[in-house]
């Protein structure tokens, strides 16, 4: 059965720690994997990875697949309080078109 | 609309009742997905649509759900016979750019049945 796992479940950070969040994943046919931010109740689309070691970037937020170990990393840096959300994994296969999410990782950042 | 659009945003129900949630997509989207969340657990997917029809309807748990999207935009999450166990946040999102996975998430209907 395809799985998507998360780790930490939660964090509680000072503003300007850098966190690290980690996803891994059993699943097959594999196409993409995906960082979603959900802050209140709609998730919001972060980054989209396809290819192993190639890092996304988008201000303070960075992520890498490796393909060959299934996982992910989505770094933040310089943590700010509005970086407070749960943020989740998700996993798309070749199989159909459907997203599998991870339970998420819920992030406190305080001032 | 700008974005997608879910209502009601809550719902109270009895067991037994029957509910009906609608989601409006971004317009022009082709791709329609409906998930849901459980407190403290990622979204779980129902049921995607590509145009009028059902591409995957394999996350539906039990022929008590039913999802339609006659015209190909608007759709309606169906739910019969309601049970406490159906209470959780129902997730809409379209897609205009299929197998990408760049989903676009409206703000959810929250179920709760009594």
């Known amino acids: 059965e395809d799985k998507v796992v998360q780790s930490p479940l939660s964090l509680v950070v000072h503003e300007g720690d850098t966190v690290t969040l980690n996803c891994s994943y059993e699943v097959t046919n594999f196409r993409s994997l995906l960082w979603y931010k959900q802050e209140k109740k709609a998730p919001t689309f972060l980054f989209m990875l396809?290819?192993?070691?190639i890092e996304k970037k988008s201000g303070r937020l960075s992520s890498i697949l490796d393909k060959k170990e299934l996982f992910s990393i989505l770094n933040i840096t310089a943590t700010q309080t509005g970086d407070s959300a749960v943020y989740l994994c998700a996993v798309n296969t070749h199989n159909t078109d459907k997203l599998i999410f991870g339970t998420g990782t819920r992030l406190q950042v305080f001032p | 609309g700008a974005g997608v659009s879910q209502t009601p945003s809550n719902k109270v129900t009895e067991k037994g009742k029957y509910v009906e949630l609608r989601c409006d997509p971004i317009?022009?989207?082709?791709?329609l997905y409906w998930y849901r969340q459980s407190l403290g657990q990622g979204p779980e997917f129902l049921i995607y649509f590509q145009g009028t029809g059902a591409a995957d309807d394999s996350g539906l748990p039990n022929d008590r759900f039913f999802a339609v999207r006659p015209e190909g935009s608007v759709s309606t999450l169906k739910i019969q016979r309601t049970e406490r166990g159906d209470s959780a946040v129902y997730l809409c999102?379209?897609?205009?750019?299929?197998?990408?996975?760049?989903?676009?998430f409206g703000e959810g209907s929250r179920l709760t049945v009594l």
């Open positions: 396809t290819s192993s070691g």
């Open positions: 317009s022009g989207h082709t791709a």
């Open positions: 999102a379209s897609s205009g750019t299929p197998n990408t996975g760049e989903l676009f």
